[in-house]
């Protein structure tokens, strides 16, 4: 998966879940600060992932060092190329 | 110990006809149907009925995301209602004591698409790490009252008394209460309710919805009629605006009517079927608490939702009572049987037919039953000054509950 698309997917997640307009979805937008997400729609925002990416996350520990949507992309990049960040 | 005066200052509605109180009267002068063939119902094994009286949402978007994301539809109805309550009534929230504002609005149970929902995604592989965050809060049974306070930042007395079909008016009498005991100044009580087929679903598998008029929904359901077979299910939600009456004055507010009795009983005998004896006691409670004799009753709005035995004993139990010289309709012939709201959006309606003096007659009403006559039924819209009014509602569960409102 290339970074674009795992960048593409993740801000359709912000998107689609949130109601977040695509501008202000920049890799150092804060989730809270920013982007205004509280602690219901971590969760949401775990299951969101999970199901666009296939990928199992509720349970890792690394979800908690997550502050800005670049982290997102990054943790996401992890995973799914293997460390890549 | 001397009672507070409680008086009813703002209305709200969502139904079937549409968003707003305005549409719900323009809809039973027209004397429309909002009964409909439900696409897709045919999917469900079992289920004969395929009527429903849908609510068209709109707007929903303009309640914030993270005030919307823990409703289900009924509670979205709640909060749009509400604002439309609020507005009625003349109040600005932001220059009230809101401590003293309480939320009471009940409903069968929580919505039921959004239980619906949460089952068919958890089931099959016995998944929870699929279910979101707020899937819980549309659930719960509290869900209407406690979205609505959310939405509009109530922090007084919060609750949701659940009594399936009589959910409305317990939270009408509950709020009824707590402003009498002085607890509460202003209340947001009403019920709320959404249009699902496992909803229809539980009526069904015991025979008590309408199957004979699904190729001609506008002709179900029939109250008191002869041609009856039970009843169709709405959806929506009614808010009242229940304020303490020396305060409404105090402010200049236009006041509906005044809230003068309320009974709730229960018939002891049986979980499904509605008893004459209780509805009579539950009706003579309430008249007796507003200090009305039955000749000062000048309209009667009946729960009559089109079962087979439950108009039976409700018009039974009026005839009991009244004979025939209260003028009595249904309004479920219009909108269906809009359950846990039905209680709030029937009275708002009622209200209305006072302040325009018309009473509206029960839609689809053609030949009177022979166990629904010796009642004074309305057959055509009908110029009246109604001064006092009697509402009824009851539910599974053998539960009654009749609200006694007198104009001032």
Known sequence: ?????????????????????????????????DLGLDSLDIVDLIVALQTSFGVKIRTDEKVRE??????????IS???????? | MKLNRVVISGLGVVSPFGNGVSALMHGLREGRSAVRYMEGWDQYIGLQ???????????????????RRSMGRMSIFAAQAADEAVADAGISLDREDLWRVGCVIGSTMGSAKSINDAFETMLPDRDLSRLNSTMFFQ?????????????LGLVGTVMAPAAACASALH???TAYDL?????????????????????????DILFATSTRYNATPSLSPRPFDRERDGLVCGEGCGILVLEEYERAVRRGARIYAEVCGYSTTANG????????DSMVACMKQALSEAGSALSDIDYINAHATATIQGDMEEAEAIRDLFGDTAPVSSLKGYFGHTLGASGAIETAATLKMMEEGVIYPTRNLEHVADDCAGIRHVFEPEARKVTTMLKNGFAFGGINAALVCRTI
């Open chain 1, 66 to 75: 997550i502050r800005t949507l670049g982290d997102v992309y990054r943790f």
């Open chain 2, 49 to 67: 009925s395929m009527l429903g009286a849908p609510v068209e949402m709109v707007d929903e978007k303009r309640i914030p995301r993270q005030k």
């Open chain 2, 139 to 151: 659930c719960m049974s509290h869900t209407a009252a406690v979205n609505t306070a959310q939405y």
């Open chain 1, 78 to 85: 992890a995973i799914k190329n293997g460390g890549q960040e």
């Open chain 2, 179 to 203: 402003i009498r005991l002085g607890r509460q100044d202003i209340i947001l009580c009403g019920g709320a309710e959404e249009l699902h087929p496992t909803v229809t679903g539980s009526f």
């Open chain 2, 269 to 276: 005998l049986h979980v499904s079927q509605s008893n004459r």
């Open chain 1, 1 to 33: 998966m290339t970074e674009q698309e795992i960048i593409d997917r993740t801000n359709k997640v912000f998107e689609e879940s949130f109601e977040i307009e695509p501008e202000r979805l920049v890799p150092e937008a804060h989730i809270f600060a």
């Open chain 2, 171 to 173: 939270s009408i009498g």
